[in-house]
């Protein structure tokens, strides 16, 4: 319908093929290296930058944006300018990290329906992101039949019909300017690659690009000249009779819209970092002519796009006059202009999400090191593998990522036996990795193979990894009961990790104050309690240690308050959730035969950390003892769906027999023989943002 009533763009191509320096372009009419957004790890965008939307609120326009996509949240700077910025994300209860970082595209465009409603007059712009299609392919099942991809792309395009639909019936779609545009495409195999964000070939850039003008005005028209992401915002703000600044890139299509005239002949610029941001590899940088494609600057490539739409012929070895014409605007270009990107912190949370969508690897240099380190812990000399790192052709390692991509794909499908061995595997290439060392520590531990995991983490610190590996070995020691080794790990973390990074020196104090604890040390618990405090303000663990102690005692009344003391001071400061406090608050109200409250609490734990085992099953016990059975099976199918394991399920097992439920008993282990000793299952990796 759109591409009938508008002006459909043939060669439109996007500047990077990940989902957030894409956007950024997008909005702001400038290159990746302009912004700085150059890797969906950011950073964010700058406050200084002058955004499409705060032009066209200045002029004023009522701006709406409603996004589907966590990578696109507010903190990513993409919200500047916006009177509404919609980015809320489902907030699953079990977990399940991919739930919460997609939105159904229905209800986004609910949003949209609801934001026009309220404000849809004749000075409106509103941004509407869908996140189809986009791996995992979930479309409803009344799109099956077709592949999960082009499900998808059928939903989408059903999703676009609807809000179309909305602006006829609101009499707004006649005089309306519309842009349909992608923010990038979707590697199918294409070259090796299942997703998009490492390689940058026409499946990942080309996008299309659909603009209708008010009133039908140039509808069918098909423009083959060259465009790109830079020009769509200032062709908006010309429509809008707003001014152009001069720092945006891009160029009006006004005059390809109107059929008055072509464009000279133009380059578009596109890049890809994920290889050197993730893997320390040679970054990708392109351009095409429409002719043309040349990827370099190393490793260079050219493609005839004319003769060879599928790049599948390298020309780069035969037509070295075009590779040097190509080469010498590509230089030119990128004069003065950095050739790799800078990393910035990734908060743990940030990088399981990041993981989860497909952004595997380090971030380079994460560590904070220059070279490897052998199993002595001495310090290798960095600088032949750095060259051969650098040096390396990411064409060359698809393979490799996609098992990376399926390896943490099974990891956060919670299918973790098979995830390890899928890490053993790519350890076996690549000893030297430690992110991979860390995410086969994290899914053993995760599975409640917490030997596995000490030896991992203890791999990873030799490589550099430190005070992460050493936090994680701590907590997979405690685990096992190990208190002398935990308290090694979490004093080396807390005198590794510098001074700014107040999380982990608040995480390894924490931590210590958990072993004496466990060890009856109340004195030195308090101590590690209050240096946890003076570390992280916000985490008030003395608190929480007084609460144990006095729970321990029996004194229930006395824990309460001191667990309630804790909650509220750290809902005041705003801090990091600290597992176990609502679990023991609990606990401490059954001691009451406060049942209700005890629930609440239990569920609350059960919210920021669904994985916490002793809680599900002291909720399921709540039930049973209340004559709640049928909430009751309900925590024990949870159990083992949201932490399966051997050692989950034969705890289900045990109190279905306890219930009384022999029967269900024994189809729990009867599921568990079949999920940890039967052949894998097929799953489709994370693509990438």
């Not at 998808?152 to 809000?163: F, H, K, M, N, S």
Request: avoid cysteine; charge should be negative; proline fraction near 6%.
């Amino acid at each position: 319908m759109l591409a009938g009533d508008g002006v459909v763009f043939e060669r439109a191509y996007s500047h990077v093929p990940q989902t957030l320096p894409a956007h950024a372009s997008l909005l702001s009419g400038r290159l990746p290296f302009d912004t700085g957004v150059r890797d969906a790890v950011g950073p964010a965008v700058k406050p200084s930058e002058r955004m499409l939307a705060e032009i066209l609120r200045d002029r004023g326009f009522s701006t709406g944006a409603i996004v589907s996509s966590w990578l696109l949240r507010e903190d990513t700077g993409l919200g500047q300018g916006f009177d509404l910025f919609d980015d809320a994300m489902p907030v699953p209860s079990d977990g399940t990290l991919l739930d919460e970082l997609h939105r159904d595209g229905a209800e986004s465009i609910a949003g949209a329906e609801q934001w026009l409603e309220a404000f849809g007059g004749s000075r409106a712009f509103l941004f509407v992101q869908l996140a189809e299609p986009h791996a995992p392919y979930d479309a409803p099942d009344r799109f099956a039949g077709s592949s999960a991809y082009d499900s998808e792309i059928a939903y989408a395009d059903e999703l676009v019909g609807r809000l179309v639909r909305y602006l006829k019936t609101h009499q707004l779609y006649d005089r309306s300017t519309i842009v349909l545009v992608s923010d990038h495409g979707e590697g199918l195999g294409d070259h090796g690659e299942l997703g998009h964000g490492l390689l940058t070939y026409e499946e990942t850039l080309r996008i299309p690009l659909i603009v209708k003008l008010p009133a039908g005005e140039g509808a069918g028209r098909r423009v083959k000249d060259v465009v790109q992401h830079v020009d769509v915002a200032p062709t908006i703000l010309d429509l809008a009779k707003a001014p152009i600044p001069g720092a945006m890139r891009g160029r009006s299509l006004r005059p390809l819209l109107e059929g008055g005239g072509r464009f000279p002949r133009r380059i578009a610029y596109s890049e890809s970092l994920y290889a050197h941001y993730h893997f320390g590899w040679s970054g990708r940088m392109t351009i095409t002519d429409g002719r043309y494609r040349y990827i370099g600057p190393d490793h260079e490539e050219l493609y005839d796009l004319d003769a060879d739409p599928d790049l599948l012929i390298n020309l780069a070895g035969t037509e070295s006059s075009t590779v040097a014409s190509l080469r010498d605007q590509l230089a030119e270009l990128l004069d003065g202009v950095e050739s790799t990107a800078t990393a910035v912190p990734v908060p743990p949370e940030v990088r399981e999400r990041l993981e989860a969508l497909g952004y595997v690897g380090q971030e380079y240099d994460r560590f904070g090191v220059s070279g490897n380190r052998d199993s002595s812990g001495e310090s290798e000399s960095a600088a032949p593998a750095q060259q051969s790192a650098a040096a390396r052709n990411p064409g060359d390692h698809v393979g490799f990522v996609a098992q990376y991509r399926r390896a943490v794909g099974l990891a956060g499908s919670r299918r973790w036996f098979e995830a390890i061995d899928a890490f053993r595997k790519l350890l076996g290439e690549e000893p030297g990795r430690a992110d991979l060392w860390i995410h086969l520590a994290e899914t053993a531990a995760k599975a409640g193979r917490h030997e596995l995991a000490v030896d991992a983490y203890r791999r990873a610190a030799n490589l550099g990894a430190d005070p992460e590996a050493a936090l994680g070995a701590a907590a997979a020691l405690l685990e096992l009961r190990r208190l002398a080794g935990a308290r090694v790990e979490a004093e080396r973390a807390a005198t590794r990790a510098p001074a700014e990074d107040v999380r982990s020196r608040s995480s390894a104090h924490e931590l210590l104050a958990r072993a004496a604890l466990m060890d009856h040390d109340e004195v030195r618990a308090r101590e590690e309690a209050a240096r946890a405090e003076q570390a992280e303000p916000g985490r008030p663990l003395l608190a929480y240690v007084e609460g144990r102690v006095a729970y321990n005692r029996g004194l229930y009344q006395a824990a309460v308050g001191l667990f309630e003391e804790a909650l509220a001071k750290q809902l005041k400061l705003g801090g990091r959730a600290v597992s176990d406090f609502h679990f023991h608050l609990a606990r401490a109200l059954q001691g009451l035969h406060r049942v209700d409250e005890a629930e609440y609490h239990f569920l609350e734990e059960l919210k920021s950390f669904p994985r916490n085992i002793p809680a599900r099953l002291a909720l399921a016990g709540l039930y049973r003892t209340a004559g709640r059975s049928e909430e009751a099976a309900a925590a024990l199918e949870d159990l083992v769906r949201i932490v399966p394991t051997p050692e989950t399920y034969a705890a289900a097992a045990r109190a279905w027999a306890e219930i009384g439920d022999r029967r269900k008993a024994a189809a729990v282990r009867a599921e568990a023989t079949q999920r940890f000793l039967s052949p894998p299952r097929p799953l489709h990796p994370p693509a990438g943002g």
